[in-house]
Every structure is written in structure tokens, then in C-alpha cells.
């Protein structure tokens, strides 16, 4: 879309015929890109925030003469205002530990910490600067964090109303504005859909058309597929990162159940250590971690008698599980504190011991909150890059890296065609993965186990 053969590009030259073809690099390609690859969380959170509104408090002030500026900056934003926050906390954690960005449309002379941190730590040498420079992003990532939760804690303000009314869509009365409104609508939709779209197409294309970037009807071709299906190699990464991605969800969920249910029933007041020490993760970059995992296991040592991880299989999936522990521990924390606590004692009094009333009484009632988790978390690390490209297995190359590789300015036009399909794969997958994580899909699944279990009941 926006690089030297992009359809973006096309049309400018053909406007501005001197311009540079590689205008799209460097810091403001940087921001571009980050800044609309991190709406998910607002998509996510600040939806369900605006639907939970009261409009019968928007009415009220309606009623009171309140103009639609006035509705929006005195009773709609100060609602929104912790939601607004999260979310701010979340994209500035994103945009701080991002890698990916920066190293595909950084450029030469555009330089973040993460990128360098890689450099250095790559040589023996100079992996002391590497770890010098992830503990300053560690610690700034600390003291801004500090600052963020410091200014949320000035003053929030939440509905306590017992009935409240469904928010209906809102009409913006001034012409101009709404014109704005749309305008910037249609514009976002755009640059939203318009690089889907072309990845989508581009998949079905052949080498030449994806080296030229002009699209005849003669460019299409199922190859590419086809050599995705047919190919080990081809289709190796996707094993790979499903693999890794299916392991590391569930050890994390796992690990989380058992430390909620230790810091939960546990009466020392000390091992609510625990539990700090699961969200510990959620303070530091990812870049730290890994480069944390690098040096700790890179030698031998007693913890893992005397073994080295460094090089192996298993270090990549200690790293994807510690960066999915803490939302796994707070998801899962939130659906054993809203369990009723009569079930529980119901199965003492019956003679269940903690295990049993553990596996058949608890498990099951959580059981719908942790694959919810599980199936986020696995979506989350099919694609990812920051954590992959310090502990993969050079033989065993995660999705992420493989995408990344086929990016570069070196990678042969097959190694392009191919990671179009993947992208596409990967959408499809990910689209699967939010459907039953959050959609429809699992009130579906319990559907039609209920309309089984009716039948045999009806045959009997």
C-alpha cells in the first residue's frame, strides 16, 4: 500500500512525479503504523465502556438544555475516563516494547531501544550494554507507569443508577461537525480495509505481479496456496507457532489457577508475594524478559541441573508463558472471586476432599473464563516477533520471524508471495480464535451439546 510499488505510492507519483518512492520510512511511518495497529484495545474495552453508559443521564441533561459539546466533555468523558486510561497504559506498553515497526519501516536513521538491544546482545561482548539498556527501558516503563496510575487516581466517576437505559445512536446536530464526523469515518474505514484487501489479493498473485505491483487478470493463481499445503517447509512456521502458542496458553493458565487458588485459601499474609510475582511481567518490556531468560539459563545452572536453554526448544516457550502470565492470573483471578463460595462448602459437607472439589466443582465453573484465556493468549502468539527473535530455535522458526525475513529488502520475491499467504492464514486463524474466545462461538458449541444430550434423552 504505502512502499515503493504500493498503490499509494503510484498515485502520488503520478501527481508528484519528483517525489521519493521511498517516502514512507522513518519515524512518521513509525507512528502511522503503530498508531492504527493498536485500536484493538479500544475496540475491545472502550466499546463495552460506551455501551454500559446511562442515557437516561444523557437525557437528563438534554432535558437541562445541554448542548451535544457540552454532553460529550462534562457527563460522556469523565465515565470514559479509566477506561481511557487502561487503555492508554496498554498502548503505551505496546508502543514501548514495539520491534517489528521499527525494523521493517525504521529505516537507516531511525533508531528505538528494542532494535538495538537485539544488536548488542547477539555478541558476548557487548551483551552487557544489550542487558544495560533493557533495565533503562525496564525502569522507565516503571516511572511512567507510576505517573499514568498517579494521574488516574485524581478522580473518576461511575453510574450508580439501578435501572439504566440503553444508549441509543446519537445524531450530531451541527452540520459541519457531522460532515467532519463522516468524513473522517469513511477516511479511517479506508485505511483500515484498503491493506487488508491488498494483502488478500496479493496472495493470489504471482511473483512478477507482487515484484511489479500491477495487478492484471492474469495474475492470479492458486500457487502460492497450493505450495503452502503441499510444502513441510512451507508450512512449517505455522506448525511451529501453533505449537508453541497451544503450550505456552495453557501452561499459563495452568500456572495461574494454581497460584489463584494458592494466594485465594493461603492465611500468610506473605504469599500474596505470589501473586506480585505473576504481574511482575506486566511492568517489564518484553525485550527485558527475554534478555533476562538469555542470561539465566545461557550457562549452566543448579535451578535446571546444571543445563544450558540457551539454543534449545524450550526457552521460547518459558518466554511465552511468563509474558502471558499476568493477564491469564487476572482473568482467571476475577472468575474464581465471583464463584459462589456455598458450592464449595456444599462439597466439603459431602466429604470432598480439595482435590475432588477442585476438579468437579470449581474447574468446571471456571472452566468457560480459562479457554477464553487460553484461546486469547494463543491468538496473541501466533504472530509474535518481539519475544521470537531473541530464543527461537534457529531450526524451528516461529511464524513471526519467517514474516519478518520475507519483509526485508534481501528476501526473494517467492519469500514475499509467501508471507501475503501467511498474513491471510494468520487473519483467518486469529478470526477463529476471537470468535470462540469472544464471539458466539462457544454459546454455539454449548448449544448443540445441549440439543445432543435432548435427543438421546428423548431415544431413551
Same mark, same amino acid.
Given at each position: 500500500?504505502?512502499? $515503493?510499488?504500493?498503490?499509494?505510492?503510484?498515485?502520488?507519483?503520478?501527481?508528484?512525479?519528483?517525489?521519493?518512492?521511498?517516502?514512507?520510512?522513518?519515524?512518521?511511518?513509525?507512528?502511522?503504523?503503530?498508531?492504527?495497529?493498536?485500536?484493538?484495545?479500544?475496540?475491545?474495552?472502550?466499546?463495552?465502556?460506551?455501551?454500559?453508559?446511562?442515557?437516561?443521564?444523557?437525557?437528563?441533561?438534554?432535558?437541562?438544555?445541554?448542548?451535544?459539546?457540552?454532553?460529550?466533555?462534562?457527563?460522556?468523558?469523565?465515565?470514559?475516563?479509566?477506561?481511557?486510561?487502561?487503555?492508554?497504559?496498554?498502548?503505551?506498553?505496546?508502543?514501548?516494547?514495539?520491534?517489528?515497526?521499527?525494523?521493517?519501516?525504521?529505516?537507516?536513521?531511525?533508531?528505538?531501544?528494542?532494535?538495538?538491544?537485539?544488536?548488542?546482545?547477539?555478541?558476548?561482548?557487548?551483551?552487557?550494554?544489550?542487558?544495560?539498556?533493557?533495565?533503562?527501558?525496564?525502569?522507565?516503563?516503571?516511572?511512567?507507569?507510576?505517573?499514568?496510575?498517579?494521574?488516574?487516581?485524581?478522580?473518576?466517576?461511575?453510574?450508580?443508577?439501578?435501572?439504566?437505559?440503553?444508549?441509543?445512536?446519537?445524531?450530531?446536530?451541527?452540520?459541519?461537525?457531522?460532515?467532519?464526523?463522516?468524513?473522517?469515518?469513511?477516511?479511517?474505514?479506508?485505511?483500515?480495509?484498503?491493506?487488508?484487501?491488498?494483502?488478500?489479493?496479493?496472495?493470489?498473485?504471482?511473483?512478477?505481479?507482487?515484484?511489479?505491483?500491477?495487478?492484471?487478470?492474469?495474475?492470479?493463481?492458486?500457487?502460492?496456496?497450493?505450495?503452502?499445503?503441499?510444502?513441510?517447509?512451507?508450512?512449517?512456521?505455522?506448525?511451529?507457532?501453533?505449537?508453541?502458542?497451544?503450550?505456552?496458553?495453557?501452561?499459563?493458565?495452568?500456572?495461574?489457577?494454581?497460584?489463584? =487458588?494458592?494466594?485465594?485459601?493461603?492465611?500468610?499474609?506473605?504469599?500474596?508475594?505470589?501473586?506480585?510475582?505473576?504481574?511482575?511481567?506486566?511492568?517489564?518490556?518484553?525485550?527485558?524478559?527475554?534478555?533476562?531468560?538469555?542470561?539465566?539459563?545461557?550457562?549452566?545452572?543448579?535451578?535446571?541441573?546444571?543445563?544450558?536453554?540457551?539454543?534449545?526448544?524450550?526457552?521460547?516457550?518459558?518466554?511465552?508463558?511468563?509474558?502471558?502470565?499476568?493477564?491469564?492470573?487476572?482473568?482467571?483471578?476475577?472468575?474464581?472471586?465471583?464463584?459462589?463460595?456455598?458450592?464449595?462448602?456444599?462439597?466439603?459437607?459431602?466429604?470432598?476432599?480439595?482435590?475432588?472439589?477442585?476438579?468437579?466443582?470449581?474447574?468446571?465453573?471456571?472452566?468457560?473464563?480459562?479457554?477464553?484465556?487460553?484461546?486469547?493468549?494463543?491468538?496473541?502468539?501466533?504472530?509474535?516477533?518481539?519475544?521470537?527473535?531473541?530464543?527461537?530455535?534457529?531450526?524451528?522458526?516461529?511464524?513471526?520471524?519467517?514474516?519478518?525475513?520475507?519483509?526485508?529488502?534481501?528476501?526473494?520475491?517467492?519469500?514475499?508471495?509467501?508471507?501475503?499467504?501467511?498474513?491471510?492464514?494468520?487473519?483467518?486463524?486469529?478470526?477463529?480464535?476471537?470468535?470462540?474466545? !469472544?464471539?458466539?462461538?462457544?454459546?454455539?458449541?454449548?448449544?448443540?451439546? !445441549?440439543?445432543?444430550? $435432548?435427543?438421546?434423552?428423548? =431415544?431413551?
Amino acid at each position: 500500500m504505502y512502499g $515503493e510499488k504500493g498503490l499509494l505510492t503510484k498515485l502520488l507519483l503520478q501527481v508528484f512525479p519528483n517525489m521519493n518512492p521511498s517516502w514512507f520510512v522513518g519515524y512518521g511511518a513509525v507512528v502511522f503504523v503503530m498508531t492504527f495497529a493498536c485500536t484493538q484495545n479500544h475496540m475491545m474495552f472502550l466499546k463495552n465502556a460506551i455501551h454500559s453508559l446511562d442515557y437516561h443521564t444523557i437525557e437528563a441533561a438534554k432535558n437541562m438544555g445541554s448542548s451535544g459539546g457540552a454532553i460529550l466533555f462534562q457527563i460522556v468523558m469523565p465515565v470514559l475516563k479509566p477506561t481511557f486510561f487502561a487503555i492508554t497504559i496498554l498502548t503505551f506498553l505496546t508502543g514501548l516494547g514495539a520491534m517489528a515497526a521499527p525494523v521493517i519501516i525504521g529505516g537507516e536513521n531511525f533508531q528505538t531501544i528494542n532494535p538495538m538491544i537485539i544488536t548488542f546482545s547477539r555478541s558476548t561482548y557487548s551483551r552487557e550494554v544489550a542487558a544495560f539498556l533493557a533495565i533503562i527501558l525496564g525502569v522507565a516503563t516503571i516511572i511512567l507507569l507510576s505517573v499514568f496510575s498517579k494521574i488516574e487516581k485524581g478522580g473518576n466517576y461511575i453510574s450508580v443508577s439501578k435501572t439504566k437505559a440503553k444508549l441509543t445512536k446519537q445524531k450530531i446536530q451541527n452540520p459541519a461537525l457531522n460532515v467532519l464526523a463522516h468524513v473522517v469515518a469513511y477516511v479511517m474505514f479506508a485505511i483500515y480495509t484498503v491493506p487488508i484487501v491488498l494483502v488478500v489479493l496479493y496472495s493470489f498473485c504471482d511473483s512478477l505481479t507482487i515484484k511489479t505491483g500491477e495487478l492484471t487478470a492474469a495474475s492470479f493463481t492458486l500457487d502460492n496456496y497450493k505450495k503452502l499445503f503441499t510444502s513441510m517447509e512451507a508450512i512449517e512456521p505455522y506448525i511451529v507457532s501453533i505449537v508453541y502458542s497451544i503450550l505456552a496458553a495453557v501452561l499459563a493458565a495452568a500456572v495461574s489457577v494454581v497460584c489463584v =487458588r494458592f494466594v485465594q485459601k493461603s492465611k500468610n499474609k506473605l504469599n500474596v508475594l505470589f501473586e506480585y510475582g505473576v504481574l511482575v511481567p506486566w511492568l517489564l518490556p518484553s525485550t527485558l524478559i527475554a534478555l533476562g531468560l538469555t542470561v539465566a539459563y545461557g550457562d549452566k545452572n543448579p535451578l535446571i541441573f546444571n543445563k544450558v536453554l540457551v539454543g534449545t526448544t524450550v526457552i521460547l516457550l518459558i518466554g511465552y508463558t511468563v509474558i502471558k502470565l499476568p493477564f491469564s492470573y487476572r482473568m482467571i483471578k476475577a472468575a474464581f472471586f465471583s464463584l459462589d463460595g456455598d458450592l464449595e462448602e456444599a462439597a466439603k459437607c459431602m466429604g470432598a476432599g480439595a482435590f475432588t472439589t477442585m476438579r468437579k466443582v470449581i474447574l468446571p465453573v471456571i472452566f468457560p473464563m480459562v479457554m477464553s484465556v487460553v484461546i486469547l493468549k494463543f491468538n496473541g502468539l501466533l504472530s509474535d516477533y518481539d519475544m521470537s527473535v531473541f530464543l527461537y530455535h534457529p531450526l524451528l522458526q516461529p511464524l513471526g520471524i519467517v514474516i519478518k525475513a520475507a519483509s526485508d529488502e534481501s528476501a526473494s520475491v517467492d519469500a514475499r508471495a509467501m508471507s501475503f499467504v501467511y498474513t491471510v492464514v494468520l487473519m483467518i486463524l486469529s478470526s477463529v480464535a476471537l470468535y470462540f474466545g !469472544q464471539g458466539s462461538g462457544m454459546e454455539k458449541i454449548k448449544k448443540i451439546k !445441549q440439543r445432543r444430550l $435432548e435427543r438421546r434423552g428423548a =431415544r431413551n
